[in-house]
């Protein structure tokens, strides 16, 4: 599986970047993400695309086109098969849309595969990357008139489903996207870092830590400092508490009462120092310390992993740790596809603009 590479791709044309939003849970921020992702860069003036791989929900796509007239061509990316199933989609449909910023309209793009369901296994997804290359440098600019330098994807998927344990599966992107920036969001839960911690689950740990060592050997250089971007939101701490105490009571209390909050103990995060980029293994190394310290802290309550982030970012932020810590009610119904301009509409909102300080 894997298709050939176009020799026009090898001369590497422009140099891009890749938001590729990844987590395996729902409901915990991937589409937030993509908007704040997409807010900023077209404040930026920064040509922006983005691709709805959320088999199951395709919100970012819904919230983003609603009902507005199409302007779109239609991308050629061959499936592939894995035995009787197929993997990827034949065509990936590329829609020309807008939003308001300020008193001017800002074009960018949104695509979609034809085949929503089908799955994207390592070696496919890196084909799929350089195909949406070609397609910026060719017909989307040709004939969409749009000038990409970030695309976004917006997917369901674990990292470790799309991005491979073996070196094999990143002789593409290497080749092809080498000069490339490419950045992994993952949304964590407190199970994630359960997993990784408990030693009956060592394969599973094996797994991550071998992957996201790959991701940070190959896609880590000087004009991308940081390949791996680790978010936490309030929904995150939500779905990991059993009996919720505290903080978390109040936050899930404000979700009953569509009440906007804030999460006690992670509203100042974004005004801490900013520190240098760390590893995957250093920061899951840095979360067991924080664990460890507060079981020995009898006041805990049922919190855990609201205290373990609180200890783990206590004096410094890594550069690539996102702690979103607002919680507002207004945003439930962008996932309704109620919001007439939700590119527009999210920049009002706290969570953006403690969004744009993280970023720097």
Known sequence: MGLSIPLFLLTGIINMEYNIITGSKGGIGKTLLTLLLIARNLERDIGTMVIDLNAMNADSCALLIGDRLPNRITISHPAATDGSEQLGADNIIVHKTFSLMGNKSVDYAVGWPSNPFTLYKPSLFADLLCTIKSACETRIKDELGLEIESVVIDTNYHFCNVFSQSHEHYKMYKQVLGDDNIMVWFL???????????????????????????????????????????????????????????????????????????????????????????????????????????????????????????????????????????????????TDKHSVEPVAEIRAFEVYQSFVRLMG
């Open 188 to 334: 964590w839960v407190y199970r994630q870092l359960d997993n990784l911690l408990r030693a009956h689950q060592e394969n599973d740990a094996h797994a991550l830590r071998e992957t996201a060592g790959l991701i940070e050997c190959f896609f880590k250089h000087e004009g991308n400092p940081a390949p791996f971007m680790h978010v936490i939101t309030p929904m995150s701490l939500v779905t990991s508490q059993l009996e919720p105490k505290g903080a978390i009571l109040r936050l899930i209390n404000a979700i009953r009462q569509a009440d906007d909050v804030s999460v006690e103990g992670l509203e100042n995060a974004d005004k801490l120092p900013k520190g240098g980029y760390i590893d995957f293994d250093s920061w899951i190394n840095r979360l067991d310390v924080a664990r460890v310290g507060v079981k020995l802290d009898k006041a805990r309550g049922d919190e855990i992993f609201l205290d373990i982030l609180r200890r783990a970012i206590a004096n410094e932020r890594p550069m690539n740790v996102f702690p979103l810590w607002n919680y507002h009610a207004g945003l439930h119904r962008y």
